[in-house]
């Protein structure tokens, strides 16, 4: 048997069933069988190399085979690999749940853990509910999202997520939920600041919550950037906004950091930002530093006691077999390890401006429009392209050692915390190169 990347990817189609694919679109679309991976590279077993722009789906911050975090993991496999979380509880998760808890002032003092993001919205939203219940307040069951949220694949997170296209098929399976404008900064009218779109879609909410807040327990949010839709970015203010009327009227605020926790938008949370907490953060994806699938949600006190009882009913019975696995706890450590060791968040203020810089140019591209930035994710939409664009400028750019996956017309960076300068020179060349292939070909 051979060992080459033809050899690989026939084996995979024949076997293996990709997420959020079309399977038959790998007819046309290369499948990239990884072979390894170092830094902010992967590298296929040809030994063609690709620059992972998009921290593979967002979870990798300090690269592949991290030293590290490596080493952490092997100290860790041969401590505890993995112990139930009922009953019993370890050091890792201890720790890590003390420090999560710390990097919010203590404002969210308890941690309940998942494996994937989906898992921790489902978590936040029956805990809102269940909280709510205990309260003697069942009658807050509904759930508000925004226009274009994602919240994940499972059943509850699909049902606050506005994607069409992923939640339709399912819409006889779920609960109908309230959706309110989103606070999409390129929403702005003629005269309009991204504070004044802030300003619209608060009172979007304030007029549901007038309406009916009795009813509702919750509404989740990703702050600052709604990521799947396509990194459309708002302004803090809304967060603040939000926070204010969720007090005002009883509604649990949920922010999902899923994307955008863990420095992606400049600060650990992206809440900081708006210098307001939620009752409910969850965490996924870079937490672990993309090494294991880990998730958590992060809650105040009055939530924590609401369940506090003697009665077995009103505790929160929710589990997960892997709930709080040790390596994946390990790896979390040794990941906030290294955003203290090595001053992360002060760095990466360096680097996204060095690729902003860079990507300069493209802001005065006629085909595209909307060049944003967020701490380390920057994006800008292409004008005028069909719907094959993504597939194509997907597949262009692996042909230019990069890994970038537009949704839509929408072409962002979202690269692990490392590049260096060169890696961010090449990175930017490299997309302008593509884009103007892409464009060409159509
Ligand atoms: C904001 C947000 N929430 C939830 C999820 C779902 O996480 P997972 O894919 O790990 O289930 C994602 C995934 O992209 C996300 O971006």
């Known amino acids: 048997m051979t060992n080459n990347t033809s050899d690989w990817v026939a084996r995979s189609l024949k076997s293996v069933w990709h997420p959020c694919t079309q399977m038959q679109h790998h007819e046309t679309v290369p499948l990239i069988p990884v072979s390894h991976g170092r830094g902010a590279w992967l590298y296929d077993h040809d030994g063609r190399r690709y620059l992972d722009a998009i921290s593979s789906w967002w979870v990798n911050l300090f690269g592949h085979a991290n030293p ?26 201890i720790r890590l749940s003390e420090r999560l808890s710390a990097l919010t002032g203590g404002v969210l003092g308890h941690a309940f853990y998942a494996s994937d993001g989906a898992s921790a919205v489902e978590i936040a939203l029956k805990m809102s509910f269940h909280a709510w219940r205990n309260a003697g307040r069942g009658e807050k069951q509904e759930f508000v999202c925004l226009q274009g949220s994602y919240h994940g694949e499972t059943i509850g997170a699909l049902a ?3 994607v069409a296209l992923f939640k339709d098929a399912y819409g006889p399976l779920l ?29 979007d909410v304030q007029r549901l919550f007038e309406a009916k807040a009795d009813k509702i327990a919750a509404i989740i949010i990703e702050p600052l950037v709604q990521c799947a839709a396509g990194m459309a970015m708002h302004d803090p203010l809304y967060l603040q906004l939000v926070r204010e009327l969720c007090d005002k009227h009883a509604v649990h605020l949920i922010f999902d950091e899923i994307a955008v926790g863990c420095g992606r938008t400049g600060t650990f949370f992206a ?34 006691q609401a369940f506090y009882s003697a009665d077995i009913t009103r505790g929160f019975l929710h589990s997960h ?4 696995n040790p390596l994946a706890c390990r790896a979390a450590l040794a990941t906030l390890d290294i955003f203290e060791e090595d001053g992360v968040l002060e760095a990466n203020r360096g680097r996204a401006g060095k690729l902003a810089a860079a990507m300069a140019p493209l802001a005065d591209h006629p085909r595209a429009s909307n060049m944003r930035q967020r701490g380390m994710i920057l994006a ?34 979202m690269p692990p915390y490392i590049l260096d300068d060169e890696e961010i020179a090449g990175l930017a060349a490299r997309t302008q190169a593509v884009f103007e292939q892409t464009l060409a070909e159509a």
């Not at 309110?180 to 003629?190: K, L, T």
């Not at 965490?283 to 993309?290: D, R």
């Open 321 to 324: 077999s892997y709930t709080g």
């Open 160 to 162: 606050v997520t506005d």
């Open 380 to 413: 800008f939409d292409a004008v005028g392209v069909d719907k094959a664009f993504s597939r194509r400028f997907f597949a262009n750019a692996t042909r230019n050692e990069l890994l970038l996956r537009p949704i839509g017309a929408t072409v962002y960076l």
């Open 175 to 203: 609960r109908a939920t309230q959706t309110v404008m989103s606070p999409d900064a390129r929403q702005a009218r003629d005269g309009e600041t991204a504070q004044d779109v802030a300003r619209r879609a608060a009172a």
């Open 68 to 93: 590290r975090i490596n080493a952490a993991l092997r100290d860790q496999l041969d401590m505890l690999e993995h112990a139930m979380l009922a009953g019993f509880t370890h050091e890792p998760v």
């Open 271 to 304: 809440c900081e930002q708006a210098g307001i907490w939620p009752d409910f953060v969850t965490l996924s994806k870079g937490i672990s530093g993309g090494y294991l699938p880990l998730s958590l949600v992060l809650t105040r006190d009055e939530i924590y």
